[in-house]
């Protein structure tokens, strides 16, 4: 009876560490889809920080003749 249980928290334990490093895995990806979806929204409004300021004193600059 104690070799059949010890047999089956061995195979247990097995399953837990398989499901660990399942879950490790998942973490490690969910962080780094995390990283680029926020590098992917952040990096465009830095860049429009400093474009956008040109582009309006363009746009007013031709239309300063007319007002």
């Known amino acids: 009876m104690d070799q059949e249980l010890a047999k ?5 334990e097995l399953k837990i560490n398989d499901i660990h490093k ?9 962080k780094w889809s995390m ?6 929204f952040v990096i ?3 860049i429009l920080m400093f474009i956008l300021p040109s ?3 363009t746009m007013t ?3 300063s003749g007319l007002l």
Not at 8 to 12: G, M, P, S, T, V
Not at 22 to 30: G, M, R, S
């Open 8 to 12: 089956k928290i061995e195979e247990l």
């Open 22 to 30: 399942t879950l490790v895995t998942a973490k490690n990806i969910f």
């Open 35 to 40: 990283i680029i979806s926020l590098l992917l």
């Open 44 to 46: 465009p409004l830095i």
């Open 55 to 57: 582009m309006i004193d």
């Open 61 to 63: 600059a031709s239309y």
